[in-house]
Structures are given as C-alpha cells and as structure tokens.
C-alpha cells in the first residue's frame, strides 16, 4: 500500500486511519521509516498513546473529532496527499475531506461494513480525487514481485523499523466475538485466532 499502491515519497503527509490496529501499526512505522509524517486517526482515547508510540505525529480521536478538519488544520488547509483508509464506510466522509487537491484514497478495509455508492462527482468535489481498492494478488502477480515484495517486508522486519504486535488472541471457535471487537474498535495490534 505505502510504496506500490500509494508511492508515498519523503516528506509526503499520509493519514492514516485506526493507526493503533495490526495493519495501521504496521503502516504507521512503515511510513516513518521511509521519511513520511503521519497523522492516525483512533477511536478510543486510551488508544492515543499507541498510535504515538508507533509514530504518528499527530493522534486525532475519531469519535471526538471532525478528522477532515482537524487534518486541514494541520496540513495548513492543503489535505493529506494519501489516506490509508482500512476502516471503510464509518471514515469514507472523512477520507474524502482529508485528501488534498487530486490526493489518493487507498481503501483496503471494511472493519465498518464496505464503501458503497461511490459517486464520481464527490471525487470531482472534493479535488478531483483518485481513489483505489488493492488487493495483494494484484500487485504480487509475478514471482520477480513476490520475490521484491518479500524481500522488502523482511528487510523492514530485520531493520526494526516495523514491529508487529499481536495485541490479543481469540479461539478459533470465538472468531465471531474476535469481529465484533474489531469492528467495535477494542482492539490494539493485530487480532489471532487459535486452534
């Protein structure tokens, strides 16, 4: 998402939203190691500290906060060139009002049920905004990409530049209680399930 999909270059401003789950950890640290700044996004306070933790440069609570505006406060009115948005229908409005003039949506989650309806006109007026929905297969079709994008994953792994933290483990049979927490936003990291 960040270097393929995104492009995301030194300097650039990405949000990121639900920066304290599995992937946006991932994502946040990911960004930070290539010389981004990064604004998260959270939905429970007590989730702020994580979100600083793996980098973000500036934690927005989402339930508390219009995230649109406050990143066009932060960005002096511009917009974010990228939003990383693994979220989906519940953040789809604020994505939209955070990205800057002709910015990219990169939307790769539905943890709030999938985007739907999407109108060309709103990315017309909100910039004429590019919007994508990648999937691994897509950007990993041949073995010289498999190749390249596995060597780049461990890499960052063996740098320690991004760290994956498994914040809980749920029994295979509790997967539908293991949901119901990652959509309710009471999970940190990433979510197992166990045999």
């Excluded at 401003?13 to 946006?24: D, F, K, M, Q, R």
């Excluded at 919007?131 to 010289?144: G, I, M, S, W």
């Excluded at 049979?173 to 927490?181: G, N, P, T, V, Y």
Aim: glycine fraction near 12%; charge should be neutral.
């Amino acid at each position: 998402m960040v270097e393929r999909a995104a492009k995301v270059q030194p300097g650039m401003t990405v949000l990121v939203h639900s920066a304290a789950g599995g992937v946006g950890q991932i994502a946040v640290a990911w960004l930070k190691a290539i010389g981004a700044t990064v604004i998260g996004t959270v939905g429970h306070a007590d989730k702020v500290e994580k979100a600083r933790a793996v980098g973000c440069d500036h934690v927005l609570r989402s339930r508390e906060e219009d995230v649109a505006a406050r990143v066009k406060e932060i960005t002096g009115g511009a917009g974010v060139p990228v939003v990383l948005d693994g979220i989906g229908r519940a953040t789809w409005e604020a994505s939209l009002g955070a990205a800057a003039r002709r910015g990219l949506i990169v939307s790769y989650g539905n943890a709030s049920g999938s985007v739907e309806g999407v109108k060309l006109a709103a990315l017309n007026q909100h910039g004429s905004l590019f919007v994508t929905r990648p999937k691994l297969f897509d950007y990993y079709a041949t073995p010289e990409e498999r190749a390249a994008g596995a060597a780049r994953l461990f890499a960052m792994l063996e740098s320690g530049a991004i760290q994956p933290e498994i914040g809980q483990r749920f029994a295979l049979q509790d997967a539908a209680e293991a949901h119901r927490a990652i959509e309710g936003g009471q999970t940190t990291g990433s979510t197992i399930l166990l045999p």
